[in-house]
């Protein structure tokens, strides 16, 4: 078996997530208790909606009212926190409230399922690639082309004589073309290792090339973002590979320094975030 299953290929309305970050909760001054009422009060609701104490159902019985409901929230976080079960948010508990709220969440999946569709790709088979052997995917390894001519690299790759290829290449324009299928091994990365690991690194990724000089002052575009962004969140998706799988060839290629692409001026923040990492 080369790759996944197909079964977890469910196609998916859904729409790639907006970037809209929810304001962050926080834990209300302390001195809170039954009948108390007001945007403090609201606000303590949200930070135990947010921690799992209390449903949103429960909260909105009013604009922020401390009722039972509330008073069997704090008393709940209170058990957990070891607290003396009082149901009052004194200093403790607020303390307590304040601390659960800065901890990172617990750590959910970056991608929700589905989160991402295949983008549409333009087929370019190139016949530079092999069997997996048996590897399945778990890495995703960007390149630059070395050129600003998408045209010129896509004719490269499709050139039995270069003996390079890619499973994607994406041009200035954030058209995406498909090259090598996932289930085929690419020839991108050469010799390669893997956080330190000496491993075959085309048997195991998916090869991404972006058509740009790697001078470093030449700006990836923002129709390559987007197009890469898409498809990497739905190649992450797909074959489930780890955040930090995902890697430039310079992270790879061995000896170090051997390779330096993507070019410094590549914005990673940019693609992590898009993709939910
Ligand atoms: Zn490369």
Known sequence: MSIRPTASRVASTATPRTAAAAPAITAPPAGLGKGDSGPKVKQLQDGLVKLGYMTKAQAATGPGTFGSLTEAAVKKFQAAQKLPTTGFYGDQTAAALKKALAKPTTPTTPTQPGKFTKPAVISAPSPNSDSRNGADIDTIVLHHTGTNNGKGDLAWMRDPASKVSANYMLDT?????????????????????????????????????????????????????????????????????????????????????RKDDPAANFDWARLRKGIGT
């Open 173 to 257: 324009d954030g058209k995406i073309y498909q090259l090598v299928g996932d289930d085929k091994r690419a020839w991108h990365a050469g010799k390669a290792e893997l956080h330190g690991v000496p491993t075959d690194v085309n048997a195991r990724s998916i090869g991404i090339e972006i058509v740009n000089d790697g001078s470093g002052k030449t700006a990836f575009t923002d129709a390559q973002y987007k197009a890469l962004t898409q498809l990497v969140g739905y190649l992450k998706q797909e074959y489930k590979v780890p955040a930090n799988n995902i890697v430039g060839h310079k992270d790879v290629a061995v000896p170090k320094g």
